[in-house]
C-alpha cells in the first residue's frame, strides 16, 4: 500500500481476508464488486493480464457495465454527438477487426466506465516518498459458498523476457529473410545500442519473424505480443503492420530500418534509413563501436 501511495494513489482500499491470498475468481469478483457498490467509482481499470482477463469480465457482469478489453491507449475527454454532451468520459482505444484498425471508444449510458489495459502501456510514476495518502480497510462480505475451489500449491512463473523494462529495443522483421540473418544483426545491433547509449537493451521481433522461426514468442512486440514504452525502438525489417505499431508505437524516439521506402514502418517511426539491411547494420555496428 504505502508502494502505490509513494506512486500517486491517494487513496489504498485493502481487502484483508484469510482465505484470499491466492487469486480465485469468484471471492476476488465478489470483494471487488462490492467495492463498487460502496464507493462507486467512474472509472475501474484491470491489467490485460491472465489474472485480469479472467476476473474483469466477472466484475463488468456482476456491476451491470461494459467492458472495452484489451486497450492500448486511455484519455479523458469531452464528447459530443449530436445533442448529446459527455464531459469528462474516458475515451478507449483497442485493437479491432482482426488488429487492422484501431478502434476508439466511449461509455455513453453508464455510471461506470471499465476497462482492460494492456501491460507496458503505462509507466508507474516514479515513488516519491513524501506522499502521504489514505489507507482504507475494506471487509466483503465472503462465505464458505464462494470459494469451490482451494489452492494446494502454487509456482511463480516470471517471463524470461520482460521487454517491458528495456531502455532500448532493436525488433528484427522477415525482411531479414531467415533465422540466421536474424541471429547475424540484431542481438549484435541491439548490444552496441545499449553500449553506445550506457542502457539496457533487448531483442524483439514482429509476429511474422516469430512465426517464420526466426527467434522465440517470448521476444514478440505487437497486438498478440508484448506492448513496450522504451527509449528508443529500432524496427529492423519490419514493414509496419497495425498489430505491430499497436505495440510500440509510444516509444520516446522510433527508427525505422526498411529496404522499402514506402514502408508503412515510416509513417510511426521519427527517424528513418532506407536501404540494404546487409549494408546498413553493419555500418551502424561499426559506428557505434566508434570504428
Not at 490485460?48 to 484489451?70: F, I, M, N
Not at 471487509?139 to 523494462?165: C, M, N, Q, W
Not at 542481438?187 to 537493451?201: R, S, V
Amino acid at each position: 500500500a504505502s508502494e502505490l501511495i509513494a506512486r500517486g494513489a491517494d487513496k489504498v482500499y485493502v481487502v484483508e481476508h484469510k482465505l484470499v491470498d491466492h487469486f480465485l475468481p469468484i471471492p476476488y469478483k465478489k470483494a471487488i464488486s462490492e467495492l463498487i457498490a460502496n464507493y462507486k467509482p467512474q472509472i475501474m481499470l484491470f491489467s490485460a493480464t491472465p489474472l485480469g482477463r479472467e476476473l474483469a469480465p466477472r466484475v463488468a457482469y456482476s456491476s451491470k457495465s461494459g467492458l472495452t478489453a484489451d486497450c492500448t491507449e486511455l484519455d479523458i475527454i469531452d464528447h459530443e454527438r449530436g445533442t448529446q454532451e459527455l464531459t469528462a468520459v474516458m475515451m478507449q482505444t483497442r485493437p479491432a477487426l482482426g488488429g487492422n484498425i484501431m478502434a476508439s471508444i466511449i461509455t455513453k449510458n453508464s455510471p461506470l466506465q471499465m476497462a482492460t489495459v494492456r501491460p507496458g502501456v503505462m509507466k508507474a510514476l516514479e515513488p516519491d516518498k513524501s506522499k502521504s495518502g489514505e489507507l482504507i480497510e475494506f471487509a466483503p462480505h465472503l462465505t464458505k459458498s464462494d470459494f469451490g475451489v482451494r489452492i494446494i500449491s502454487s509456482e511463480l512463473y516470471e517471463s524470461t523476457v520482460a521487454l517491458k523494462d528495456a531502455d532500448i529495443i532493436v525488433s528484427g522483421g522477415v525482411g531479414l529473410k531467415s533465422k540466421e540473418s536474424f541471429e547475424r544483426y540484431i542481438p549484435p545491433l541491439a548490444e552496441n545500442f545499449g553500449g553506445f547509449l550506457n542502457q539496457q537493451a533487448m531483442v524483439g521481433a514482429s509476429r511474422l519473424a516469430v512465426e517464420a522461426g526466426f527467434i522465440d514468442h517470448s521476444h514478440q512486440v505487437g497486438q498478440t505480443g508484448q506492448t513496450v514504452t522504451p527509449n528508443l525502438y529500432v524496427a529492423v525489417g519490419i514493414s509496419g503492420a497495425v498489430q505491430h505499431i499497436t505495440g510500440m508505437q509510444n516509444s520516446k524516439v522510433i527508427l525505422a530500418i526498411n529496404k522499402e521506402s514506402n514502408a508503412r514502418i515510416f509513417k510511426a517511426a521519427d527517424f528513418g534509413i532506407v536501404g540494404n539491411l546487409e549494408t546498413i547494420i553493419p555500418d551502424l555496428i561499426q559506428a557505434l563501436k566508434g570504428v
